[in-house]
Structures are given as C-alpha cells and as structure tokens.
C-alpha cells in the first residue's frame, strides 16, 4: 500500500494549493483519511479528516473556515483544499489512512498508512 502526497509549493500568505493523496495496493473506499502536518521544530499535528463517504468531516480549529478536505473515490484520492494561507502554515503535509472510519480521531499513532509528505511554505 502506498500513498502518494503531492501539490506543495511556496504561496504568499493569502494564497491557495490544493495537495491530493493517492492510494496505491488497496482501496479506503469505507475508510477514514486524513491530513496531518509537521511544522518545523514542533510535534505533528492532525489537520483534518473525512468519513469514508466523505459525508463526515472534521477540522483542527486553526484551520476551519480555511481549508476543505474532500475525497474522491473512484480515484482513491483525498484532497486538502487550502484557501487564505498564513504562515503559520508552513510545514510537511502528510496524508494518512485508517481501516476503520473514525475520521475525527486526532492521534497519529491510530492511522495505519502514511504518505511520504509535501511541502507547504507560506511567505509573509
């Protein structure tokens, strides 16, 4: 199984990317996938994550109203939408997978599948 991260870049604060996961080896089709990010010199941290019918979504609050997290699965694909950037928002985005559909639980160590991680960079 792998998941292939990609979409990082440099934006100007105010900006958008949209970074996309794709699933290789297996389908998460009923599953739960999320986003997390690691900014430098701190800890990982769950950004958001979406249901496997992709009708449940949850959002770390530093980020509501900012960025969508969706899914596409005929692709095996989730996105991570990200309007109005900030610099605070700086870090390796990493896309995750679980095989059970909690999507709003936040500890890394219950997902099952990473991705290699994409670099995000906010310029003030």
């Known amino acids: 199984v792998q998941l292939q991260a990609c979409g990082g870049g440099l934006v100007q604060a105010g900006g958008s990317l949209r970074l996309s996961c794709a699933a290789s080896g297996r389908t998460f089709s009923s599953y739960a996938r999320a986003w997390f990010r690691q900014a430098p010199g701190k800890e990982r941290e769950f950004v958001a994550g979406i249901s496997g019918s992709g009708g449940g979504k949850f959002y770390v609050d530093s980020v509501k109203d900012r960025f969508t997290i969706s899914r596409d699965s005929a692709k095996n694909t989730v996105y991570l939408q990200m309007n109005s950037l900030k610099p605070e928002d700086t870090a390796v985005y990493y896309c995750?997978?679980?095989?059970?559909?909690?999507?709003?639980?936040?500890?890394?160590?219950?997902?099952?599948?990473w991705g290699q991680g994409t670099l995000v960079t906010v310029s003030s």
């Open positions: 995750a997978a679980r095989t059970d559909n909690y999507y709003y639980h936040q500890e890394g160590s219950e997902y099952d599948y």
